[in-house]
Antibody, heavy 118, light 105 residues
Framework: EVQLVESGGGLVQPGGSLRLSCAAS????????MHWVRQTPDMGLVSVSR????????HYADSVTGRFSISRDNAKNTLFLQMNSLRAEDTGVYFC???????????WGQGTLVIVSS | DIQMTQSPSTLSASVGDRVSFTCRAS??????VAWYQQKPGKAPTLLIH???NLESGVPSRFGGSGFGTEFTLTISSLQPDDFATYYC???????FGQGTKVEVK
């Protein structure tokens, strides 16, 4: 059974940093694209970043380019999202998500809440 | 970016009703569309992929159709467990629709 468990969320001041982690199990982690998807009341679901199986190809939403960095440790079955220069609009629930092949998202973690506020 | 416009944003219905809602893409996404169900406080779960393929384990009352720019999710007979919010996703360039909330009439 696929399991994705996020951690690292919390309350941070504007301009601060957080590092999210996603521990994966139940599948061959190093063989799949992975996403970080943010959910907010205003913007709904947005894929903020994705990374290919070997970590060499990454994509970012325009709103986080230059501030967020996605990475993965395939030896430890873990996905990361380094978030710097955080803004109030980065507040939301961040889901780690697994892609089927190079196609649709087929599994989601339970999410971790990030609140950016002074 | 390809935009996905879902309608309606809210749908009021009763148990046993047949309900449908749509996603329109701002340009063709072929059949690269998935549908998800989300309940409050939970992660989304996959219902349909490739526009019309039912994910394993999903009840057969759920069905998807469409190609190109217009896609539909249909629930043939609404069950109590189906009151939730539904999202489409186009995985050509990875954008989600804004969601359709199915509520009790």
């Amino acid at each position: 059974e696929v399991q994705l468990v996020e951690s690292g969320g919390g309350l941070v001041q504007p301009g601060g940093s957080l590092r999210l982690s996603c521990a994966a199990s139940g599948f061959s982690f190093g063989s799949y694209w992975m996403h970080w998807v943010r959910q907010t009341p205003d913007m709904g679901l947005v894929s903020v970043s994705r990374v290919n199986p070997d970590g060499g190809v990454t994509h970012y939403a325009d709103s986080v380019t230059g501030r967020f960095s996605i990475s993965r440790d395939n030896a430890k079955n873990t996905l990361f999202l380094q978030m710097n220069s955080l803004r109030a609009e980065d507040t939301g629930v961040y889901f780690c998500a697994k892609v089927y092949g190079s196609a649709w998202i087929d599994s989601w973690g339970q999410g971790t809440l990030v609140i950016v506020s002074s | 970016d390809i935009q996905m416009t879902q309608s309606p944003s809210t749908l009021s219905a009763s148990v046993g009703d047949r309900v449908s809602f749509t996603c329109r893409a701002s340009q063709s996404v072929h059949s690269w569309v998935a549908w998800y169900q989300q309940k409050p406080g939970k992660a989304p779960t996959l219902l349909i992929h490739s526009a019309s393929n039912l994910e394993s384990g999903v009840p057969s009352r759920f069905g998807g159709s469409g190609f190109g720019t217009e896609f539909t999710l249909t629930i043939s007979s609404l069950q109590p467990d189906d009151f939730a919010t539904y999202y489409c996703l186009q995985y050509s360039t990875w954008t989600f629709g804004q969601g359709t909330k199915v509520e009790v009439k």
